[in-house]
């Protein structure tokens, strides 16, 4: 191991929504905060050097995307997934949810219906909701411990819908879509003529023998109908940055795309956030196939410990993500109580399923990407919280999420 992903890093008085939010959100301080979707890792020197030295500079003028910040990219989707892509096809925005925003504002009008698949990123439904359109549910099956595609329901819902908000790999279920899935999902979208937006943000933490494919690689008929979003940001924890990388292989469909980024201004880009995805991408690669596994680790870390000590709750195998999907039905709370127990006696703070939209309910989702002493003292605390036959108060104060995490 090169890297050393064991030290803690204390984010206090960083104004880090994770851990110094905490009051705010779940009404307590010193929680564990094992919620907002980043990583308590720090990025690697390859990553920081270009950063620190660009910083010393001291001087931020307006700056533009040099050729090798779009070869960085193109060689990485080559690299990763073998899809060739062409620098043409590249569009950045400041993030992945302004990507999906733009996308709708512009696709679709007033009242249209967009497919989601809950339980998923609550971002997606908010979008939905605050561009004024109508959400369609096609809630995942939850089968066996594995979630599937309901094919039927997808089916009829297309026939009425203009646009569908794929989350590939899949927030907070943590489903890696095999190449099949993909094609019978484009299969339906051809049918009923729906774009696709595909948020591929979590593409590059999989476990493997799993495998991310790209949604617009699969075939003609999907790079005709998708724009895909993808980011360093969840890969090497450098949401704070701010940049999206957005690819549409489609002429018409790009072209439109681009206009809507152009209308608002956002070709431009934050300084640090075009320097970090271009060293990310040129030079993180042993950083995260080093990551990949230690998060594979704390899964089983969580999941070993739970089936020992913590029967009551299980862990949905995940094929991705650095995020887990408790199932904690079993625990016989409601969803309020739930959200308190966690809070109050485990001194955690976790997202409550329920925000994840229908099949959500009696589910948290925990964030692995942290060192594992951490995980440890997580689970620890969960064990000592079983033991509390304490009445759990409901009315505690907030136990809310911030929309963007
Ligand atoms: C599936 C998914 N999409 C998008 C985002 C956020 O993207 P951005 O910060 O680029 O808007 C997240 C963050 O948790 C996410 O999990």
Redesign the pocket.
Same mark, same amino acid.
């Given at each position: 191991m090169t890297y050393d992903f064991n030290k803690i890093i204390d984010r206090e008085n960083t104004s880090c929504i994770k851990w110094d939010y905490l009051n705010a959100f779940f009404g307590k301080n010193n929680l564990n905060a094992m919620w907002v979707?980043d990583m308590d890792f720090k990025v690697p020197p390859e990553i920081l050097k270009p950063i620190e030295e660009r910083a010393a500079h001291g001087v931020f003028g307006y700056t533009a995307k040099s050729d090798e910040f779009y070869s960085a990219v193109i060689s990485w989707f080559k690299r990763r997934y073998d899809w060739n892509i062409e620098k043409d096809w590249i569009v950045t925005s400041p993030?992945?949810?302004?990507a999906l925003n733009l996308t709708m504002q512009e696709f679709t009008e007033t009242g249209d219906n967009i497919i989601i698949q809950p339980p998923v990123?609550f971002?997606f439904k908010n979008s939905v909701e605050l561009n004024e359109r109508k959400l369609l549910d096609n809630a995942l099956i939850l089968r066996n411990g594995h979630y599937e595609i309901d094919w039927l329901d997808l089916e009829k819902k297309a026939e009425s819908a203009e646009m569908f908000v794929l989350?590939s790999p899949h927030?907070p279920v943590s489903r890696v879509w095999t190449t099949e899935e993909l094609e019978h999902l484009g299969d339906i979208c051809q049918r009923h003529n729906l774009l696709i937006f595909s &948020?591929e943000?979590?593409a590059d933490i999989v476990f493997k023998p799993y495998r991310h494919t790209p949604t617009a690689k699969v075939s003609s008929n999907l790079a005709s109908r998708t724009i895909a979003?993808y980011?360093t %940001?969840?890969t090497f924890n450098l949401?704070g940055l701010?940049l %999206?990388v957005n690819i549409v292989p489609d002429d018409e469909i790009r072209k439109k795309f681009k206009l809507t980024i152009e209308r608002l201004h956002l070709c431009m880009s934050n300084i640090f956030g075009i320097l970090g995805t271009q060293a990310a991408y040129n030079h993180g690669e042993q950083w995260l196939d080093e990551l990949i596994p230690y998060l594979r680790q704390n899964y089983l870390t969580v999941r070993n410990y739970l089936r020992e000590n913590v029967p009551e709750i299980t862990v949905i195998k995940p094929e991705g993500t650095f995020?887990l999907w408790l199932d904690c039905r079993k625990l016989g709370l409601n969803d309020e109580e739930l959200a308190a127990f966690f809070v109050q006696k485990a001194n955690l703070a976790l997202t409550n399923g329920i925000m994840f939209g229908p099949g959500g309910s009696g589910f948290m989702r925990m964030n692995i990407g942290c060192p594992k002493q951490n995980i440890i003292k997580g689970l620890e605390s969960i064990k000592k919280a079983m033991a509390d036959d304490s009445p759990i108060l409901t009315d505690s104060g907030p136990a809310n999420t911030p929309d &963007?995490?």
């Open positions: 979707a993030g992945v949810v302004p990123y971002p989350c927030n &948020d943000i979590h979003a980011a %940001s969840k949401a701010q %999206s995020l &963007d995490c």
